[in-house]
């Protein structure tokens, strides 16, 4: 008995250490901040909200239109900007910490209301940034460990550290009968709290707000709650949807009509279904399981509404729907942690080896993700295959692209530009609110064709009061230079800096 028990103190202290091993990673990464996918959005964001908090305007181009980015984090983190007067990319980094402290407290709490081991958080955490599949994915709202460590300062990862602590309120508090009866304060606070909560889970990033939408379904209806709990439910859904309603840099409830902008942007999510998850099997396994033994458990509860979600979406052609597949996967990993330091004695064994099997797989798949934290040289050959480099970024424009100032420019560099303080022509990212979004766009792409006329590009630099253009030189170096530009820098891989010439 006391090998058995040694045995289970020492693996018990493996799985945190290496959990810490992984949180000591990210918080690396933090430092670097390696620069790829929103990461421009959300800095254009702050830096708007950083001059003006009450009317920011588009984060993107020179018009006066609400953006679903200014979220109540955004909104602070540009408090943050506007009074300490540090720059964007070191406020991001406070986000990016404060961000990941809320993710791992939030699924040791979220655990801790399943399982009573000391061992599940840290074995779920490493199921969470683990348990994948042997393709790469790197997509917002997603815990893999790569995909963690490109958006870990985005406002997703914040949204879904608080979903981890909103299930666990929400779940201490259908259990509890404590809260019973309706005259005092203490009996309502608590849902008046959790509907203020899913409110802001909701406008700080929609996608992981459904999320957390169908976990607190699921741990709600696993509750099993009596008519009392259903009626304060119901009271905190409606303070939910009051403080949507009332919040005023754009129309949350508009947004449901945005799906058909973001169809053809999300349709990638459900390509490589196999590669990018086949590992999650085993939470699937483990899930049957746990169904066999309770129809209504949560994670088996809140994995059947994230697959109704993501396989609507596919069939009906709504690919936005598939950003609900994390509400597939974390039960599912969450359950194959659960499983390993919660199964029978016999089968203990033989479960954790297949899961730290599986593990291992998975880290390997994404240990290219070091690379951000040690240099390329000193990597490993196989190591050094598997690392990305992050986009280089556009600081060599800075010295003459000042705040406000409007630059053409194509789709790439329009989606790192405005993180400087600058706007485009047209933004780098599909935009609900912005009415004259396709005029915009067909403007870039005329102005760049390569049969238009110096005076129609003229035009379009008038009409849109353009400074700056940035372009690759080479062969359609002369056409734009005859319309009126003059080199001013010239940046990486053979970009160049044009000044328009009044």
């Known amino acids: ?40 959005m959300h800095a254009a964001t702050v830096e708007r909200l950083r001059h003006d908090l009450v009317d920011p305007g588009n984060p993107l181009v020179d018009a006066d239109t609400p953006s679903p980015y200014y979220s109540p984090w955004m909104l602070v983190l540009g408090c943050v900007a506007r009074v300490t007067g540090a720059s964007v990319f070191v406020v991001l980094r406070v986000g990016a910490v404060v961000g990941l402290a809320l993710l791992v407290s939030g699924v040791w709490r979220y655990v801790r209301t399943l399982s009573a081991h000391r061992a599940a958080p840290a074995v779920a955490v490493l199921c969470l940034v683990f348990l994948w599949g042997t393709s790469l994915f790197e997509w917002s709202g997603f815990l893999g460990l790569k995909s963690l460590a490109l958006t870990v300062s985005y406002p997703s990862v914040f ?19 404590s809260w019973g009866g309706w005259g005092r304060w203490g009996r309502w606070g608590v849902w008046v709290g959790l509907g203020a909560l899913w409110a802001a889970i909701l406008l700080c990033h929609q996608f992981s707000g459904v999320v957390a939408s169908l976990g607190a379904m699921a741990t709600v209806v696993a509750g099993r709650p009596g008519r009392a709990v259903w009626v304060r439910l119901g009271g905190g859904l409606a303070v939910g949807l009051a ?9 949350f409830f508009a947004l449901f009509g945005a799906g058909a902008d973001l169809e053809s942007v999300h349709r990638g999510l459900y390509r490589d279904l196999v590669g990018r998850y086949w590992l999650v099997l085993l939470g699937v ?33 709504h690919h936005s729907w598939g950003r609900a597949l994390p509400a597939v996967v974390i039960p599912a990993q969450v359950a194959a942690a659960l499983a390993v330091v919660e199964g029978r004695r016999a089968w203990r064994g033989v479960g954790a080896g297949v899961l730290a099997g599986a593990l291992v797989v998975g880290a390997w798949t994404q240990v290219g993700t070091v690379g951000y934290v040690v240099p ?9 295959e598997k690392y990305r480099a992050p986009w280089v970024g556009y600081h060599w424009v800075t010295p003459w692209v000042k705040y406000g100032d409007v630059v053409m420019a194509r789709t790439f560099p329009a989606r790192q530009l405005p993180a400087y303080g600058a706007y485009t022509v047209a933004p780098g990212y599909p935009d609900f609110f912005l009415p004259d979004e396709g005029a915009r766009e067909a403007a870039v792409r005329r102005y760049f064709a390569v049969g238009t006329s110096g005076g129609v590009r003229r035009g379009i630099v008038a009409a849109y009061r353009v400074r700056w253009v940035v372009d690759r030189g080479g062969a359609g170096d002369r056409g734009v230079r005859d319309s009126g530009l003059r080199v001013v820098a010239r940046g990486p891989g053979g970009q160049v800096l044009y000044e328009v010439v009044r």
């Not at 403080?243 to 129309?251: A, E, I, M, R």
């Not at 169904?291 to 994995?303: A, G, K, N, S, T």
């Not at 390329?376 to 050094?384: D, I, K, S, Y």
């Open 1 to 40: 008995m006391s090998t058995t028990r040694a045995a289970l103190r020492t693996a018990t202290g493996a799985a945190q250490i290496a959990a810490a091993l992984v949180v000591l990673l990210l918080l690396l990464v933090i430092v670097r901040l390696p620069w790829a996918g929103d990461l421009g």
């Open 159 to 177: 949204a879904l550290g608080l979903a981890f602590h909103f299930w666990a309120w929400l779940a201490t508090a259908v259990r509890s009968r």
């Open 243 to 251: 403080v949507l309603w009332v919040w005023p840099y754009y129309d």
């Open 285 to 317: 396994a483990a899930l049957g399981l746990r169904w066999w033994r309770d129809r209504l458990d949560p994670l088996v509860l809140f994995f059947a509404l994230g697959v109704v979600v993501v396989v609507a979406g596919g069939v009906s052609g």
């Open 376 to 384: 390329r040289g000193a990597l490993p050959e196989a190591v050094a």
